[in-house]
């Protein structure tokens, strides 16, 4: 067990950007072969299942659980956007450290967060802030595979008490865990509220109810743990309960819409480094003196592949900063925002395969970490039942903004699409599982207007391009309200066929077009304290392009020295040492 820190260490940082540039430096350049916790480190302890020594003793002295920890329980977390930015320098470097270490405990915790009484939500900031582990089990769904679908039940016993039993396998952090966070079946399998949420502290245990089953190994995150409990006819007290007697389901989902938002941060800083290792293999010069950057499809990829980096980002930024700006309405871009961000970066990750060649294959050396990446994608981003979940908690919305908000919603405030700025306070009890209104498409209706007024925004080189493109994408919007206008919200039959599974994920890239959008019209309404490169209409008419172009919309010619502009940015971030994303962050 860690040391208990009573008090955040002093001289710590206590802004959102400051803590990331400081975990970042602490972790050292990932490029240093010399570096115990650089890449080839972490390349070497992953093919071995574990961790570079030091790695957990660096998020040890910097408190990293005190980020998990919301600031009125003695934690630094008061600020979804900020968590999201502090995730990106360990999960740049190792999934199995950010998942494993910490961000589990968050997804353990969340639901007591969310719901429980003050003594559980007390005592679950302390075994975090002692360094301790929280781990949870959740409920199997039933299109899950045989990892993750088992579960507990608790019964009541012959004196009234609770009796939790059952195995579970796939549990993160299973043996490490003091905190236990369980949704277990107390009602009939299949009926409305089967499940229950408990808060169990091992130490309050009696011996022998509560088994550890194991490890068990996985082709991605090697280095976490994923482990099995068994319990025993293990007693719970009424006090253990988080809400009341089946609110398991609903928990699961409210907690969702905190988690989902943090997604595209963690897939996003894979494939950060990704795209690195990648850009680096590019640009190195051959004997001749030529290099792979010459050739044009060379090129397209490292475009495409910052250019949905960048997506990303705008839908993390607006997905975390909804949480505070408009929770009555953020359910469906927390949902979209951690659908679409695995889907763009896997997309990724296949056409730098194809750059890389047989390097993709390399397990160390230069090339080994695009490897690891490439494996840890699919466990990162929680796998199909995450994505399915998201995907189908999106569909039940779509026929309520078809009839009563697409084109007729005013815009969302500009803070939402603000890289920094200050928000409400952090409130879990407030954002509400469905929406009553679509702000954010309103922007890509609002942006057609602009860049169709006889005065746009500082028209660049690429004004007309980016106009042609958002009024396709609202022509989009406009096909998708007259389709899911027709279908009733209480037929489910119809809202998961195919044919609305096909239309919910058009409507996901049209949003994320909307998010791109708000994002850079807030760089340019910023002046002289936007960034220059977001301040461009090249990066928008790119990423746009490339939206469009998978939609199968109409193209206009392709945006071609807007992508020369991008891939420009490219190499500057490679050889600048600056991150991938929205924020341009200085690297170690």
């Known amino acids: 067990m860690t040391a208990r820190r009573e008090h955040p260490a002093p001289g710590r940082p206590t802004a959102g950007p400051d803590r990331a540039d400081t975990l970042e430096r602490s972790f050292g350049p990932l490029d240093d072969p010399a570096n115990p916790l650089g890449g080839a480190a972490f390349v070497g302890a992953d093919r071995a299942g574990a961790l570079p020594a030091g790695a957990e003793a660096v998020l040890d002295a910097y408190g990293m659980n005190e980020e998990f920890v919301p600031e009125a329980l003695g934690g630094r977390l008061r600020r979804m956007d900020e968590?999201?930015?502090?995730?990106?320098?360990?999960?740049?470097?190792?999934?199995?450290?950010?998942?494993?270490?910490?961000?589990?405990?968050?997804?353990?915790a969340t639901p007591v967060w969310t719901a429980g009484a003050p003594h559980q939500r007390e005592r679950t900031a302390r075994l975090l802030l002692d360094g301790e582990r929280v781990a949870v089990a959740r409920h199997g769904v039933a299109h899950g595979n045989d990892f993750v679908r088992d579960?507990?039940?608790?019964?009541?016993?012959?004196?009234?008490?609770?009796?939790?039993?059952?195995?579970?396998?796939?549990?993160?952090?299973?043996?490490?865990?003091?905190?236990?966070?369980?949704?277990?079946?107390?009602?009939?399998?299949?009926?409305?509220?089967?499940?229950?949420?408990?808060?169990?502290?091992?130490?309050?245990?009696?011996p022998g109810r509560v088994l550890d089953l194991g490890r068990r190994s996985t082709h991605g995150m090697r280095g976490a743990e994923f482990g099995g409990l068994t319990f025993d006819d293990c007693p719970v007290e009424d006090t253990a309960l988080v809400?009341?007697?089946?609110d398991g389901y609903e928990l699961s989902l409210r907690s969702s819409l905190v988690i989902r938002g943090l997604i595209p941060s963690i897939v996003?800083?894979?494939?950060?480094?990704?795209?690195?290792?990648?850009?680096?293999?590019?640009?190195?010069?051959?004997?001749?003196?030529?290099?792979?950057?010459?050739?044009?499809?060379?090129?397209?990829?490292?475009?495409?592949?910052?250019l949905d980096l960048l997506l990303i980002d705008c839908l993390a930024l607006v997905a975390t900063r909804a949480l505070h700006l408009m929770p009555r309405q953020m359910s469906a871009y927390a949902a979209v925002a951690a659908y679409l961000a695995p889907k763009l970066t896997a997309e990724a990750m296949d056409e730098m395969s194809a750059v890389l060649g047989e390097e993709t294959f390399a397990q160390d050396g230069a090339y080994g970490m695009f490897q690891k990446q490439l494996?840890?994608?699919?466990?990162?981003?929680?796998g199909h039942a995450g994505s399915a979940g998201r995907q189908l908690s999106i569909?039940?919305?779509?026929?309520?903004?078809?009839?009563?908000?697409?084109?007729?919603?005013?815009?969302?405030?500009?803070?939402?699409?603000?890289?920094?700025?200050?928000?409400?306070?952090?409130?879990?009890?407030?954002?509400a599982l469905l929406g009553d209104a679509d702000p954010l498409a309103a922007t890509l209706v609002a942006s057609t207007d602009l860049l169709e007024s006889a005065r746009p925004p500082r028209a660049g080189r690429d004004t007309g391009v980016l106009r042609f493109l958002v009024r396709?994408?609202?022509?989009?919007?406009?096909?998708?309200?007259?389709?899911?206008?027709?279908?009733?919200?209480?037929?489910?039959?119809?809202?998961?066929?195919?044919?609305?599974?096909?239309?919910?994920?058009r409507y996901t890239l049209v949003l994320a077009a909307a998010a791109c959008l708000g994002v850079w019209r807030e760089q340019q309404a910023a002046g002289g304290a936007a960034d220059r490169f977001l301040a461009d209409t090249a990066w928008p008419s790119a990423a746009l392009y490339r939206l469009a172009r998978r939609l199968g919309l109409a193209l206009p010619d392709r945006p071609a020295s807007a992508e020369q502009r991008v891939l420009a940015e490219v190499m500057a971030r490679l050889h600048g040492r600056r991150s991938y994303d929205l924020f341009n962050s200085p690297l170690a």
Not at 158 to 180: H, M
Not at 271 to 290: N, S, W
Not at 375 to 382: G, I, M, Q
Not at 396 to 420: C, N, S, V, Y
């Open 83 to 108: 968590l999201g930015r502090v995730l990106r320098p360990v999960f740049r470097r190792d999934a199995s450290l950010g998942f494993g270490y910490g961000l589990n405990c968050f997804f353990a």
């Open 151 to 206: 579960e507990f039940t608790a019964r009541p016993g012959p004196d009234g008490t609770l009796l939790l039993n059952g195995s579970k396998t796939g549990i993160a952090n299973a043996s490490r865990a003091r905190g236990l966070v369980v949704f277990a079946r107390t009602g009939t399998p299949g009926r409305a509220r089967s499940h229950t949420v408990l808060f169990l502290d091992r130490a309050g245990v009696p």
């Open 243 to 246: 809400g009341a007697v089946g």
């Open 268 to 306: 996003l800083a894979g494939g950060d480094t990704a795209l690195r290792t990648v850009a680096a293999f590019a640009a190195r010069p051959r004997a001749d003196g030529r290099s792979s950057l010459d050739v044009q499809h060379v090129r397209s990829v490292l475009t495409g592949a910052f």
């Open 375 to 382: 494996r840890d994608l699919p466990v990162t981003s929680l």
């Open 395 to 431: 569909l039940p919305q779509l026929p309520f903004f078809a009839r009563h908000a697409w084109f007729a919603d005013p815009e969302p405030p500009a803070g939402l699409f603000a890289l920094d700025g200050a928000l409400p306070p952090l409130d879990l009890a407030q954002p």
């Open 472 to 505: 396709a994408f609202a022509i989009e919007l406009g096909d998708l309200r007259k389709a899911f206008a027709e279908v009733p919200r209480t037929d489910r039959a119809a809202l998961a066929s195919p044919h609305s599974l096909a239309l919910a994920d």
